[in-house]
């Protein structure tokens, strides 16, 4: 592993497709971080392949990486929950995106020590639909918390 250089953000890595309803959620996230940059963060929009932009990430070095995407956890719509990225590849049966989860963060794992996956629960995914209400206001809590604190520390553990 590479020693760790000070002036690398973290990353928000979101994953989803933004003209399936909910599924949009981490796509939203990183369109908020382009338009209102968070200092020590930057955004990379995965869409439903994320694994076409590992190398990007990579490339920054960064200390942390947080995956965002719309999870099917059980919880009520919006709910927004830290996954053990161990658990992910169990959770998912169905998945909207190329290559599962658990792989492109194991695969991360080999450069980057801090890989964290934040779920947010899904409502609706469906094609053409907005996101949700409570999906949106879960995406601005994250933006929110992620301004305020720089960090994602305060989510729940699943």
């Known amino acids: 592993m590479k020693p760790i250089n000070p002036a690398n ?5 979101a994953v989803g497709n933004n003209m399936m309803g909910d599924d949009g959620a981490g796509p939203r996230l990183a ?12 955004a990379i929009n995965g869409g439903s392949a994320p694994e076409n932009v590992a190398h ?7 200390h942390k990486v947080v995956v965002v995407d719309a999870t099917d956890m059980g919880l009520a719509p919006g709910e927004i929950r830290i996954v053990d990225p161990d658990d992910i590849a ?4 169905m998945s ?3 290559m599962p989860l ?3 963060i194991d695969q991360l794992r ?8 934040l779920g947010i629960q899904p409502d609706l995914v469906a094609f053409y639909f907005p996101i949700t209400e409570k999906v949106s206001l879960a995406v601005d809590s994250i ?8 960090t994602i520390e305060g989510f729940e553990m699943l």
Do not use: C
């Open 96 to 98: 909207t995106h190329n």
């Open 143 to 150: 933006y929110r918390r992620l301004a305020t604190s720089g």
């Open 9 to 13: 953000p973290n990353v928000i890595l």
């Open 102 to 104: 658990n792989f492109l």
């Open 31 to 42: 369109e908020l971080m382009e338009q209102d940059p968070i200092d020590g963060w930057i």
């Open 90 to 93: 169990e959770m998912f049966i």
């Open 110 to 117: 080999e450069d980057i020590e801090d890989v964290v996956f």
């Open 56 to 62: 990007q990430v990579r490339a920054l070095q960064p």
